[in-house]
């Protein structure tokens, strides 16, 4: 039956489209139409930025691109650094920076699978998710004094050491975290209103997933077994031992569930690096000028130089960040600032596909659809 | 069972005050002044009056009541711990809503339907009180004893879908137009089996009397199971309960608001004193319908062991019936707020497919063989 076309302005200011994505629904009573998705509320012109900031200067920025996980972006820029200038990371600082992106990764997947059972009717989880976040950010917060914007990663290493008092503390936060996870399950998974919203909904295939440039966990939803830090390891992920979680269905449900899987993986990673940790002190590399100083409040801290500048050339850097493929491609000319910063951010690629994913289903679905691809709009904008 | 003398020669509230003056003695000599001025209307005008004056007053403390224990409830599984400033552990809180909406402005979109605007908050309100006056609160603690009083609560139930139509309209929004249509199409897909779960009891009792339900329900089967209709109707009472949650629009049935889809569905344009009265009427909702199951189906204010009471305290007779109708009313409602903080919310379809394609069936079939078991006379 047809009826008369409804247009729908949903967003930019709407209770559950994080932040400020707008969709432009063209509805057929209660069924979409089409529906696109525009952009650009929070444009800040982060890439052109990048060209008048030096390298150091720069690195707060990316904190504010996905800002719900920081360390990932920090880390994706000083990697693209330091492939430029071709500059060697102590073990030490690289156990560090792994310790904190997996820790960004679980309260990455905490905030995404919260704000969806919200955007669902269900507040219980976020609250919940939101009190072990909150112990997380105790952490990030004794590790370098910030909570969200951390510019902690720095080329060569990362500003300063692990404080004391910060590894008992972690210990049991990861104790604490896989209880939490149960409970997680037993208040969701076993719900059946929640697999009706979810099951067989906003389904894709691997191939159309491929073919829109998905990436992290809504690709690995699909079936596709895609991982970087198995399959382009960088840092330490060689040396650890984590599996890639893969769900085949490729509806809303499987990327949820590849989320708490990969919530679990990520406690297990951590528990390696607490372990194998080096006891050394060396947490940045000598070249550059870059120096480890002793005497500070945490016992070792980092000196930059403000002059860094790495030879000309290009590179493309690219790390699993948690909502997927996090690029920097990084052009030098040889100065103190950037030619040309280029971001391939996985929340702009991932959101491409909501026209299509969908299209035909009910306006609920679309916020069950757009909340399991998890986009933060930071991160779509630049 | 105690039904007792007082309860037939009281039969509702207005009675009860007439007893009350009557017991202290003051009232022939206020009936005297008046008559002499040839006004005992006046009088009984009056005492109607203050008899729904008490109750509306009781319903607004209730409501008042209920806002801040939903929050707690919510607080409390959600690991937190809700209003803590106002008053001792935030009983203040709605007071302080209250007065700050009060104090917010009083916003008509330009494009909006004026009056239909305007009216929509009072005719859901409205409503929401009236369906109290057929419900016992206790023995003779009644406003009126109708005896179409379950027809009557259906009636006024159904007065709603119009008020939000009518809210939703005016408001001229799309949001609030969609949330209108979903409340309207989950309200009439739910009425049905409610009515139909209800008309069961109806056969059971062979009246519509409220008062009637619940006294057919005291007493105890081998002494020790309550004579609640729960026992005689278990899928009546869950298609019951199931049906009413969806009337009083909480999760996962909460289609009229659903605010991660339409924002607040059909009030997203009220504010000030307007929201205010839909947000009362909702929670007015709420303790009615949690009332009217316990009439139904758990006994109402009647107290299953109470003849083990002493004959000497006979007088608490009253208060502990209202006592025990508050309290299996709260677990009703604790039920309703438990069921929000855990479940996610249906899909409309998926709800209009719950109450058409199981639901009403379902309610049909217990129809059926609760009529069939009566005639085989297996209830006697």
């Not at chain 2, 081998?222 to 026992?231: C, H, N, S």
Request: proline share 6%; with cysteine.
């Amino acid at each position: 039956m047809e009826s008369d076309e409804l247009f729908i302005n949903m967003g930019p200011v709407h209770p559950s489209t994080h932040g400020v994505a707008r969709f432009k629904l063209r509805m057929d009573g209660e069924n979409i139409k089409e529906c696109t998705p525009v952009i650009g509320y929070l444009h800040r012109g982060t890439e052109k930025i990048g060209e008048m900031k030096t390298y150091l200067q720069f690195i707060p920025y990316t904190d504010r691109l996905d800002y719900i996980s920081a360390f990932p972006n920090n880390y994706a820029f000083v990697k693209a650094v330091e492939e430029l200038a071709g500059i060697e990371v102590p073990l030490r600082a690289e156990y560090i920076r792994v310790l904190t992106m997996e820790l960004n990764r679980i309260i990455n997947h905490i905030v995404s699978i919260g704000s969806l059972l919200m955007d669902l009717g269900a507040a219980t989880m976020i609250m919940w998710g939101f009190r072990e976040r909150e112990n997380a950010l105790q952490l990030f917060e004794m590790l370098c004094g910030a909570r969200m914007t951390f510019n902690y990663i720095k080329p060569g290493g990362v500003r300063e050491d692990i404080p004391d008092g910060f590894m008992p503390k972690l210990n049991e936060f990861l104790k604490d975290m896989e209880k939490r996870i149960d409970d997680y399950e037993q208040l969701i998974n076993g719900n059946e209103i929640f697999h009706m919203r979810m099951k067989n909904i906003g389904v894709i295939n691997a191939k159309d997933a491929v073919n829109y440039g998905w990436t992290g966990p809504t690709l690995r939803g699909s079936g596709v077994d895609y991982d970087l830090r198995k399959y382009e390891p960088y840092s330490i992920y060689p040396d650890l031992d984590f599996k890639v979680c893969v769900r085949n269905e490729g509806d809303s449900y499987a990327r949820f569930i590849v989320r708490m899987d990969e919530m679990k993986e990520s406690l297990h990673i951590l528990r390696q690096v607490v372990d194998n940790m080096p006891a050394s002190k060396e947490i940045s590399s000598a070249e550059y000028g870059i120096a480890p100083m002793t005497g500070t409040p945490t016992g070792v801290s980092t000196y930059f130089p403000r002059i860094f500048t790495p030879p000309a050339g290009e590179v493309y850097s690219r790390i699993e960040a948690p909502k997927g493929e996090l690029g920097f491609y990084v052009v030098s000319d040889g100065t103190t600032k950037p030619y040309r910063v280029k971001i391939r951010s996985p929340s702009f690629c991932n959101l491409t596909a909501i026209p299509s994913l969908v299209k035909g289903l009910k306006i609920g679905d679309l916020i069950a659809a757009f909340g399991t691809i998890d986009v933060v709009l930071g991160d779509v904008d630049r | 069972m105690w039904t007792g003398d007082i309860m037939t020669e009281i039969p509702n509230g207005y009675e009860l005050i007439v007893f009350i003056l009557k017991f202290i003695g003051i009232y022939e000599p206020i009936n005297n002044v008046f008559e002499s001025f040839g006004l005992e209307y006046l009088l009984r005008i009056i005492i109607v009056v203050v008899e729904i004056g008490v109750l509306f007053v009781f319903i607004l403390l209730t409501v008042m009541f209920l806002t801040w224990m939903e929050r707690k409830v919510v607080a409390m599984v959600q690991a937190r711990y809700g209003p803590m400033v106002t008053g001792p552990r935030g009983l203040l809180q709605p007071v302080m809503d209250g007065v700050k909406l009060i104090g917010k402005e009083d916003i008509i979109p330009a494009k909006a339907d004026r009056w239909v605007f305007t009216l929509a908050p009072f005719l859901i309100f409205i409503p929401a009180l009236l369906v109290f006056i057929p419900l016992p609160f206790g023995p003779s603690l009644i406003i009126s004893d109708l005896n179409v009083g379950l027809l009557y609560i259906i009636a006024i139930s159904a007065i709603s879908p119009i008020a939000i139509l009518m809210a939703g309209w005016a408001s001229n929004n799309k949001y609030s137009l969609m949330g209108a249509i979903r409340a309207v199409a989950q309200d009439i897909s739910y009425t049905i089996p409610l009515a139909l779960s209800a008309i069961a009891i109806v056969l059971l009792t062979g009246s519509l009397s409220t008062v009637e339900i619940v006294t057919a329900q005291s007493g105890t089967w081998f002494g020790f199971i309550p004579k609640w209709f729960i026992f005689l109707q278990p899928l009546g009472f869950i298609l019951f309960l199931i049906a009413s949650i969806a009337e009083m629009g909480r999760i996962p049935f909460d289609f009229q608001e659903s605010e991660s889809e339409l924002v607040a569905g059909f009030f997203t344009e009220y504010s000030g004193m307007k929201f205010a009265m839909f947000f009362l009427a909702e929670y007015a909702h709420l303790f009615s319908v949690s009332a009217i199951v316990v009439t139904l189906f758990l006994g109402g204010w009647s107290v299953p062991f109470i003849n083990f009471l002493p004959a000497g305290l006979a007088v608490l007779v009253p208060i502990i019936s209202l006592g025990a109708f508050l309290i299996k009313t709260y677990a009703i409602i604790f039920f309703a707020m438990w069921l929000r903080d855990t479940v996610p919310r249906m899909r409309i379809d998926q709800l209009l497919n719950l109450g058409w394609k199981i639901m009403i069936p379902l309610a049909l079939l217990n129809l059926l063989a609760t009529a069939i078991l009566l005639t085989a006379g297996v209830f006697k």
